[in-house]
């Protein structure tokens, strides 16, 4: 039997009346929109993807090792009808945002860089070309889109809005693809829009469940709901930098990315020439410990002493590699669209971000022990000693991360640090759920009405309602579509 829209949407919020009453307002409204845009007609689905916030395991994802994020009751959700023709037709609820069409027709040539519509079009040329739907007689839809996630804020909002395209073209087209593999499909997916992003963000906004953190391994895909400790609530604070991944971010996202390519290049070497091991690892993970059955230390230890810890120029690299520094550019240093990336100044820090990955990846596993136990103050120092890690080793805090990180320690977080990619964007605090109310008062007092007035300087991002900047985080379902019975 359908549901009616308050009923889906109780189940996927789990909330109060009062909530709910305002989350099937919203829908209504954009059903309404969904009409005046497009001369009256009624919408045939309803799609909603979440965002996240991840509270451990950071940039671990693309090495191949676990994180643990969950979902927010933010989303991005669109009411949708599909379309005889091939068109493609997004119009945004935002009008800062401007109506997207174009083709779901390969080759999907890229809208300029930063463009919300190539989310859009990085799920469709995903599919399209996984031939999940075909080419050449694939439907298009047009669509109302509206998000309440904040943008560039490390909260996931443009994979939520990978995840909810790629639903709602499926859906168009009658199409239902298993949730594993369409996350693993988005993951690479995304990367049309020129970051080389890991997976975590599409798997939690597809395989989240109400309530709970989840556990996330790739290579295959792995998920696994973990319960979060009794009396501990998870509050996001958002720094007001933004962190645009698509652009003025990409190139240090990106740059990590690579250290940890040529850090997994050194690492087989280093390990080959100690152990005689002939290795032809993807990624970090397939030479942890565990796949190499030797102790991390003594791994530790054989790289620390072949590749030192100091930066490294790519010079140094292919003399360790053994190959000519075209090569290894080529082999190690391409980006998905073929371009190279720069070498920085001041030299690749593998030592550094080997460290980072390599010791966050434990931390995680210790993090879901800590869960299993209820053991709030455990979660609380693994997380702060992610912060020190991402901030030392891996480099993505950032001024404002790290006034925001000691103001939450201060007001009694047993835990706080930066989530999501860095370089500005959120931080996570987890916080004894008596003490939310003034946690959040605090840190209102101290970041948004102290700090953030005083530092003018400052590029800081406007906001209309501190509701929205921050908020306790409420694990909701995940994504999903469902027919709309003409809701009013
Ligand atoms: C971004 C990426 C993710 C992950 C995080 C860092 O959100 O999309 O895949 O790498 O950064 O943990």
């Known amino acids: 039997m359908q549901r009616n829209l308050s009923e889906e949407l109780r189940r996927i919020y789990n909330c109060s009346p009062d ?33 996240r916030v991840n509270l451990i395991g950071e940039h671990t994802d693309y090495n191949g090792y676990p994180v643990m994020p969950m979902t927010i009751d933010r989303d991005v959700v669109f009411i949708l009808g599909p379309r005889t023709d091939s068109t493609i037709d997004t119009t945004n609820e935002s009008l800062s945002f401007e109506r997207r ?4 027709r390969l080759p999907v040539p890229p809208f300029e860089q930063g463009d919300w519509g190539n989310y859009v079009k990085a799920a469709v040329h995903g599919i399209l070309e996984a031939d999940w739907i075909d080419a050449k007689k694939a439907a298009g839809f047009q669509a109302v889109v509206g998000g309440t996630i904040p943008e560039s804020a490390g909260l996931s909002s443009s994979s939520a809005l990978v995840v909810a395209s790629a639903l709602a073209f499926l859906t168009a087209n009658g199409k239902e693809i298993k949730r594993e593999p369409l996350a ?29 953190a989840l556990k996330i391994d790739f290579f295959p895909l792995r998920t696994q709901p973990t319960s979060l400790p009794k009396n501990l609530s998870f509050v996001v604070c958002n720094s007001l930098i933004r962190a645009p991944k698509s652009e003025s971010i990409r190139y240090a996202y990106n740059r990590r990315v690579i250290e940890c390519r040529l850090a997994t290049a050194l690492v087989a070497k280093a390990v080959k020439e100690c152990s005689g091991k002939d290795l032809h690892p993807t990624r970090l993970a397939d030479l942890s410990g565990e796949k190499l059955g030797l102790e991390q230390r003594t791994i530790d230890k054989i790289v620390a002493q072949a590749i030192g810890e100091k930066p490294l120029s790519l010079k140094e690299i292919s003399h360790h590699l053994g190959e000519t520094t075209e090569a290894v550019q080529k082999r190690l240093c391409t980006l ?13 820090k593998i030592w550094n ?22 053991d709030g103050s455990a979660v609380g120092d693994l997380m ?30 047993l835990g706080a640090r930066l989530t999501g990619a860095g370089f500005g964007g959120c931080t996570v605090n987890a916080v004894p759920s008596n003490q939310v109310a003034r946690f959040v008062e605090g840190v209102t007092a101290a970041y948004y009405h102290g700090y953030v007035r005083q530092e003018k300087e400052r590029r800081f991002t406007s906001y209309a309602n501190l509701h929205d900047v921050i908020f306790v985080c409420r694990a909701t379902t995940g994504a999903g579509a469902w027919p709309s019975r003409g809701d009013r």
């Open 19 to 51: 909530e709910l009453f305002l989350h099937t307002a919203r829908y209504e409204r954009l059903v309404t929109l969904y009409r005046s845009r497009f001369s009256g007609q009624n919408p045939a689905f309803i799609v909603r993807a979440p965002g």
């Open 101 to 104: 069409t174009f083709n779901a």
């Open 184 to 212: 693993e499909l988005l993951a690479r997916a995304e990367r049309y829009v020129g970051s080389e992003g890991g997976g975590m963000d599409q798997a939690v906004s597809l395989l989240a469940e109400t309530g709970k």
């Open 336 to 348: 998905r669209d073929g371009s190279m990336l720069t070498e920085p100044p001041e030299g690749f």
């Open 353 to 374: 971000r080997y460290k980072h990955v390599v010791t966050e990846a434990h931390r995680v596993e210790l993090a879901v022990g800590a869960f299993a136990a209820g």
């Open 384 to 413: 702060n000693q992610s912060h020190a890690s991402c901030r030392d080793d891996y480099e993505i805090s950032c001024p404002e991360l790290e006034a925001l990180v000691s103001i939450g320690r201060e007001l009694g977080a």
